[in-house]
């Protein structure tokens, strides 16, 4: 919690406050040097707790296959690129997160708590781990 003190957040996330996502990323950033990266995995798992996500989505594949939808729907301002989500069979998605803002720890357990919400049995592969990272979702 000082960590977050530090950089000005307080219990805004609850107040529907907006924080610059500079901010964040600078917290992502020190909580993986004092604590180790695998932090991210678990930073990213609890995301889907508390984003917004469009009314009609129920299961795991939609909420895949409108993954980019809801990140901009809880992001606003300035260039935050994009998930860029293709379905390569019936139960394989590839999930290219390497324009966005968020290392490939996080982004893996962003996939990996998204499949906790909505119930989904998935293998998750990193394809690639530079930069967001590129993902192979088979469910």
Same mark, same amino acid.
């Given at each position: 919690?000082?960590l977050?003190?530090?950089?000005?957040?307080?219990?805004?996330?609850?107040?529907?406050?907006?924080?610059? #996502?500079?901010?964040?990323?600078?917290?992502?950033?020190?909580?993986?040097?004092?604590?180790?990266?695998?932090?991210?995995?678990?930073?990213?798992?609890?995301?889907? %707790?508390?984003?917004? &996500?469009?009314?009609? $989505?129920? !299961?795991?594949?939609?909420?895949?296959?409108? #993954?980019?939808?809801?990140y901009?729907?809880?992001?606003?301002?300035?260039? $935050?690129?994009?998930?860029?989500?293709?379905?390569t069979?019936?139960? !394989?998605?590839?999930?290219?997160?390497?324009?966005?803002?968020?290392?490939?720890?996080?982004? &893996?357990? #962003?996939?990996?708590?998204?499949?906790?919400? &909505? %119930?989904? #049995?998935?293998? $998750?592969? %990193?394809?690639?781990?530079?930069?967001?990272?590129?993902? $192979?979702?088979?469910?």
């Amino acid at each position: 919690m000082a960590l977050l003190q530090e950089r000005g957040v307080t219990s805004a996330v609850e107040n529907g406050e907006w924080y610059p #996502l500079s901010t964040l990323l600078g917290i992502l950033e020190e909580l993986a040097r004092k604590v180790g990266s695998n932090v991210l995995v678990e930073v990213g798992k609890k995301v889907p %707790e508390l984003s917004t &996500f469009p009314p009609q $989505i129920e !299961t795991f594949a939609q909420v895949l296959e409108s #993954l980019n939808v809801a990140y901009h729907m809880n992001h606003r301002n300035g260039d $935050i690129g994009d998930y860029q989500v293709t379905k390569t069979d019936a139960s !394989t998605y590839r999930v290219d997160c390497s324009t966005v803002p968020y290392p490939a720890k996080f982004n &893996f357990g #962003l996939i990996r708590g998204l499949s906790n919400k &909505f %119930e989904a #049995l998935v293998d $998750i592969e %990193e394809a690639d781990s530079a930069g967001g990272g590129v993902f $192979i979702v088979k469910m």
